[in-house]
């Protein structure tokens, strides 16, 4: 392949003659320091180039060297606990040879080629094997079992299988056709990779956060939508669910957001325990990491790094989840190369394939059979954060993502200001999931759960309504039994749908637990109004005994939190009969 020439560069795009043979998508070197770039066009022998790191320095006349093939990443045994640049080179291995601040054109191999893995074959030699057969195992950091897989578009007869300690990339067997098989595959990151079927998920994907866990739960393999403007908490979902949420793997992606951001969560998620599997949170995550300070165009191949990687899990027969904070830097980035490419602009200046190119991003998540024997199925869950500017939904990059998500988490600015974390919206979110994650957490946690789901949001909906009403009419204005509802679903917001994420004893909430706070208040709400009915007048104090009868049981340990809630019911029993002889 013989080299371009630079002729030109602008900000993150270049333009190339030489390149007449040039693929889409194929990466490229650019100049001495060998920038990574990646052909974006070609018109007869010019190509545009999308540079993935800053061009300060690229000359005229620089030389464009082809790789001949498009962006892709070793995906093997050493991803699990990796810190990777948008581009998939682990930030230590770049520290090591560079320092603090990265150089420009450093390479550095995804999967750490000294580090030794023990694998165990579960296949013969000479056994017909195809795409997605389980060769054998690596047994990986918090016992995590890696299985080792035949890539996609490969079939035949084993002529070799060798168990033994080895390298990621090292060859461990051979196909008849000569094909070599490697603990590691490579694949291009913006190609979807294949699975035999689409599944339904009958599982929700539990998120430790009781407000999405029963007003608006997703399942495994759906996708949400997590809108708000700065400071409303996204970053803190995204975290708490890395952190909490039931999964096997959890691939975060930090796009385009504050640095100081990312060196926390390496921080905490280095030291935190997963509460079930007592190992480092660490060991199951995958950390992409693309601040706001690194080039731009790598932000969007950041995105699909990250998806490939779950999807790789996916296929071993595990729950992945993606956690991108946030896809509005995403589209940002492709805002910038599209205007760049003086593309014609849509909405905002946003490319006109915007809403397709966020479809197919969406499209990655999903419950799946995984090709090959054994049969097994897997998931990508994908959470999604996006910021729209002020907050407004109307924004193009929102809308987008609203069309394809199963849910939306709308994060509110008021209840942030208000300090009533997570934000959530409660009558602007939904959740297309609700009805079939209602089976399962009805069959696995407790038959009432569809019905106190419904008498839940049947509260805050007329929660709402008697405020406005309130705000006209003034709050002595309204009848006792109102007055009772309006204090029922303070007590909610505060003790059911209120979670801190630094509160290490309510962090995360099983469904257990979340299902005991809600019936817990729900029944403080009926007593009351039994109360009522039987002549009682309605008085704050008396609820206030309550809330904190209830904040103690929301701070006890989940195991115990179905004998606190039998003992509160029996406190507020007994305090219906002393009301009624008042
Ligand atoms: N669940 C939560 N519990 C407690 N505090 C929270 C929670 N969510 C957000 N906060 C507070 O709000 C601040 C901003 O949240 P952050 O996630 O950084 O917002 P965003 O990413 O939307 O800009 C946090 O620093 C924290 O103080
Ligand atoms: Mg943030």
């Given at each position: ?71 892709s990443v070793d995906l093997g045994p050493g991803l699990l ?30 999967l ?5 893995f023990?694998f165990r074959p579960t296949r013969a030699?000479?056994a017909p094997v195809g795409e997605g057969d389980v060769l054998g195992t690596v047994p990986e950091?918090?016992?995590f079992e890696h299985r080792i897989m035949v890539p996609p578009g490969h079939r035949g007869v084993l002529?070799?299988l060798d168990g033994?300690?080895f390298?990621a990339t090292d060859a461990v067997g051979e196909l008849?056709?000569?094909t070599v098989l490697r603990l590691s595959q490579r694949w291009p990151?913006?190609r979807p990779r294949p699975s035999t ?51 096997d793997v ?58 490939t990687i779950a999807e790789y899990f996916r296929d071993m027969g595990y729950r992945a ?47 799946v059979r995984c090709l090959g024997a054994p049969e097994r199925s897997g998931s990508v ?202």
């Open positions: 392949m013989t080299p371009g020439t630079i002729t030109r560069v602008v900000g993150a795009l270049a333009q190339a003659t030489g390149m007449r043979d040039a693929q889409l998508n194929e990466l490229v070197r650019v100049g001495d320091a060998k920038l990574l770039a990646e052909v974006l066009r070609i018109r007869g022998d010019e190509a545009t180039l999308q540079v993935f790191e800053e061009t300060n320095g690229v000359s005229l006349e620089a030389r464009v060297i082809r790789e001949g093939l498009p962006l606990g990796a810190v990777l640049d948008g581009v998939g080179r682990p930030l230590s291995a770049l520290a090591a040879q560079s320092g603090d601040f990265i150089s420009p054109g450093a390479v550095a191999p995804t750490d080629p000294s580090q030794r023990t030699v000479g950091r918090g016992g002529r070799t033994g300690v390298g008849d056709d000569g990151v913006r079927t689409r599944l339904a998920s009958d599982r929700p994907f539990l998120t430790g956060q009781r407000v999405f866990d029963l007003l608006f739960p997703v399942s495994e393999g759906g996708t949400v939508a997590v809108p708000g403007g700065f400071g409303t908490g996204k970053t803190v979902i995204e975290q708490s669910l890395a952190k909490f949420a039931e999964a959890i691939v975060y992606v930090g796009c385009g957001e504050r640095g100081n951001e990312m060196a926390e969560v390496l921080h905490e998620f280095g030291s935190l325990r997963d509460p079930r599997s007592g190992h480092p949170v660490l060991d199951r995550t995958v950390l992409v990491v693309n601040t706001s300070n690194m080039p731009v165009a790598a932000r969007e191949a950041s995105t699909y790094l990250g998806l989840a993606v956690m991108a904070d946030s896809l509005s830097r995403w589209a940002e980035a492709l805002r910038e190369i599209g205007s760049r490419l003086q593309e014609m602009p849509g909405e905002e200046g946003y490319p006109t394939y915007l809403a397709s190119r966020a479809a197919k991003l969406h499209e990655r998540a999903g419950c869950t994908l959470v999604a954060a996006v910021s729209p500017p002020g907050g407004d939904f109307s924004d193009p990059v929102t809308q987008a993502c609203l069309r394809v998500a199963g849910a939306l988490w709308a994060l509110d600015p008021e209840l942030a200001h208000q300090r009533q974390f997570p934000a959530v919206d409660a009558m602007t979110s939904y959740s297309l999931y609700s009805e079939s994650m209602e089976r399962w957490f009805g069959a696995h946690v407790d038959a009432r759960w569809a019905e106190t789901r419904a008498s839940l949001l049947a509260l805050l909906q007329r929660d709402v309504e008697l405020r406005e009403v309130a705000s006209v009419v003034g709050h002595d204005a309204l009848s006792d039994a109102d007055r009772l509802l309006l204090a029922a679903a303070a007590l909610v917001r505060e003790l059911v749908l209120g979670q801190s994420a630094f509160d290490t004893n309510d962090a995360c909430s099983s469904p257990g637990k979340t299902f005991q706070l809600a019936r817990a208040s729900l029944d403080i709400l009926a007593r009351g109004n039994d109360a009522l009915a039987a002549g009682v007048a309605f008085v704050d104090l008396e609820l206030d005994v309550t809330r904190r009868a209830l904040a103690s049981l929301r701070d006890c340990a989940p195991e115990q939190a179905p004998e606190r809630a039998a003992e509160l019911a029996r406190r507020i029993e007994a305090l219906a009969p002393e009301r009624k002889k008042a």
